[in-house]
């Protein structure tokens, strides 16, 4: 009987492994058309546009008629003035947008989360904005701007501003106003990922601080805010990732004016790559942007083990 046993073991043994190599094939079967569709319309593209960064690459010449140049293409991308003022663009843009966002976002799901009664309808509101055409919102917030009779300046005008921004008509003002649309458009998608955070917390914690005598501003800040902490790194890293890469509104309400103040490195990729047809130097700032924000994505990650709690 023992013997039997024995006998049974090994070959139960291998008809597990042989169950457990079944499914590892299966599972990396079905990941196939996953790949191939990737491969094809990302990473393919991405190792084609890094080529043709060292290359005097245009768009008639084609890839067998451009030559080499090794790192011209990226010597000239330092060496142009407006490259430099579209990345402190984009660099003023993520710091200002960001931590708006963030802050007034979650301001305001706390708001929703404990005070609103018709809460559905609070959410459905601030998220409109956000699945809305990006040309129709940039054609909306352009009539809004207009100086002499845009709706906002006529509100200024009306409590006693008498000479109110020129908004996107001004150098000064111009990056402002795209700001501005930016966070209201994207507000809504963050303060719904927040109340999903907020009401994930036990809600024995706030009744407990309750009786503690704690403030709502008390718990807000000593329960809310840690709690829905990886809320908020993937906004955070979402929010950074979704500044670098504004292009549509720029490209519809300023086309990077006046004087290149609301030029952005994906404006300055397309006008480069499109309107001057250099599709090389092009090439070379969308792998600069990628490094920049590769670095930003990886300091964040390696910052949250200080602040983000689970």
């Not at 904005?129 to 701007?145: D, E, F, T």
């Not at 993937?234 to 509104?249: E, G, H, M, R």
Request: proline residues 4%; glycine residues 6%; aromatic residues 14%.
């Amino acid at each position: 009987m023992s013997a039997a046993k024995t006998m049974r073991k090994p070959h139960r043994g291998k008809r597990q492994k042989s169950i457990q190599a079944q499914e590892r094939f299966c599972g990396y079967l079905f990941t196939v058309p996953v790949v191939i569709i990737n491969s094809i319309f990302i990473y393919l593209p991405l190792l084609y546009s890094l080529i043709i960064s060292f290359m005097d690459f245009n768009l008639f010449k084609g890839f067998w008629g451009s030559k080499f140049i090794g790192l011209k293409n990226y010597i000239n991308m330092f060496k142009d003035p407006v490259f430099w003022i579209s990345f402190k663009n984009n660099i003023i843009y993520t710091v200002v947008t960001v931590p708006v966002l963030i802050i007034v976002s979650l301001i305001l799901a706390e708001i929703i989360n404990r005070a609103v009664y018709a809460r559905g309808l609070a959410r459905a509101m601030f998220f409109l904005p956000y699945i809305g055409s990006a040309s129709a919102m940039s054609l909306v917030w352009m009539m809004m701007y207009n100086p002499q009779n845009g709706i906002i300046n006529d509100v200024l005008r009306k409590i006693g501003i008498e000479n109110p921004p020129l908004w996107l008509a001004s150098d000064k003002t111009a990056l402002i106003a795209l700001m501005i649309m930016a966070i209201w458009t994207q507000l809504g998608y963050n303060i719904v990922l927040f109340i999903g955070g907020l009401q994930g917390i036990d809600q024995s914690l706030y009744e407990a601080a309750k009786v503690d005598g704690a403030s709502a501003v008390r718990q807000f800040f000593s329960i809310s805010v840690p709690l829905v902490s990886p809320t908020t790194f993937f906004l955070v890293v979402t929010d950074v990732i979704a500044s670098f890469q504004v292009f549509a509104n720029v490209q519809i309400m300023t086309q990077g004016g006046p004087n290149n103040s609301t030029s952005v490195l994906t404006y300055f990729m397309y006008k480069v790559g499109f309107a001057q047809n250099q599709m090389g130097l092009a090439s070379a700032i969308l792998w600069f942007l990628m490094l920049i924000v590769f670095i930003i994505t990886i300091i964040q990650m390696r910052g949250q083990k200080k602040w983000v709690h689970y």
